[in-house]
């Protein structure tokens, strides 16, 4: 239990930063739909579709690699500075290629009239993938504050950037203090430049991190072993096939809209555009997905040194409270999302109904990822990059079939359907053959009974609409919310749900003796 504590303590560390940093940017939507319409903001989130790929791409799984070997050696410095130099060099090759080839890239990606914004976007990620080893390190040193602090403070100077751009540079061009900004916004085209001031922001956000992870990289003694790399790579070749799959999976429906649509583009975009606006309202639980992954890498690679039924009731364990806090999470934001779909121009509301399909998706795909902890453990990621490939055929044959079936203006909705049900498919899948593999106790009939509960408080959640409004329905579904939370406390044991049940025959001695 104290492995799980532990877990739980990271996983609050790396989530208050992953949370705050991705809700102030979530916070920038409502900023980019209020300020372009959804065609241009249907551009960019279509471009950083295509960059969460490429970085996938340029890690070639060599972060969940660096985990695995420098915990198998007493020399992890020499696992990192190898990784180092690896990526290192693919990411400078990358961004040479990408210069000289722009021209064609741009028209492949149906942006040829945009190729500098593909340039900056290839850029940055090329630094974050570079980037993404040091933070790999400081998790595995254990250095969870650090590592939070870097994030946010990247997440601040990107907001900062973002206002000063967008919105205080236009306003300065106006008056009498226009000299302070128009040596560098006049030249790149001021505010004819649009959302590519989105992208100049968060280029400059990126070389600050990298700045901030400076001793990470000069600190260590830089070594490059040819050996270990080799089997580094063989180790993490098949986490680039799942990665890539599984993150063009993620952004499918971004991706393949304006390809499902030629000669509609502009329609195609604000497809995107709304699309992508509503998916950053899930995006909490990605949040929460992302958090939990930070600390559980480390955390299961850790466990591994041990032995014995300890290590997987361990695992077993973290799945549960996973779903128990996925669960909440769900609840929560559909319980509120008549509140939350403020944050997003009324323009965008028509894409709303994505939000809770979405959610459900990012759920499963969370099981998914503390399922894989089976096929990490045993050296079998073969595994993991055949199931990544199901999904991504098994989505691209959704989307291909579901999207164009609904067509314009709706036809987003076939994209999540596709997520939900590609990554169910791989979720019970992953369950199945690990259970031959590495069988772990995990408590499937508990988590059934907690999901089980859980829809039928949404869908009262839901409706309750029809007899409610307004503070009343708020104050409804919170009392369900805590609801659900006291049967969670209850029959998990939770010391608070104890105490609750020890003070109850205090309270009725007392009321006792009062009446007499």
Known sequence: ???????????????LSSIVGRFLNWCLVPLYVYMFPAEEYGIVSYLY??????????????????????????????VYTTALWSVGFTSMLFVLLLSIFIVPVSELMLMADNASYVWLLGAIVAIDAFSNLPFAYLRFRKKAYRFAGIKLFNVGLNIGLNLLFILCCPALMKGSWSWLVSWFYEPLGGEAFGIGWIFVANMISTLAVMACLLPEI?????????????????????LLILGVAGILSQNMGQMIIPYLFIGQEEAARAMVGIYGANIKIAIVMVMFTQAFRYA?????????????EPRTAAYADAMKFFVIFGLLIFLAVMFYLPAIKYFVSPGYWAGLSVVPVMMAAELCFGIFFNLSVWYKLTDRTQWGMYMSLICFVLMLVLNIWLVPAIGIPGGYMGSAWAALISYFAVMVLSWFVGRRYYPIPYHIGRLALYVLFAGVLYAAGMALDICFTGWVLYLTRTMMLVVYLGAVCYFENVPFSRGCRR??????????????
């Not at 009321?511 to 007499?516: A, F, G, P, V």
């Open 1 to 15: 239990m104290a492995g799980i504590k532990a877990l739980a303590k990271e996983t609050a560390v790396y989530g």
């Open 218 to 238: 000069t600190r260590v003694s830089w070594r490059f072993d040819a050996r270990l790399l080799r089997k580094m790579l063989s180790y993490s070749w098949p």
């Open 503 to 516: 003070f109850a025959p205090r309270c009725r001695r007392r009321r006792r003796k009062c009446s007499e």
């Open 296 to 308: 559980y890498e480390p955390f299961i690679f850790a466990q591994a040194k041990g032995d014995g």
């Open 49 to 78: 579709s295509f960059t969460a790929v490429a970085l996938v791409v340029l890690n070639y799984g060599m972060e969940t690699g660096f985990f695995r070997f420098a915990n198998k050696t007493d020399d992890p410095d020499r």
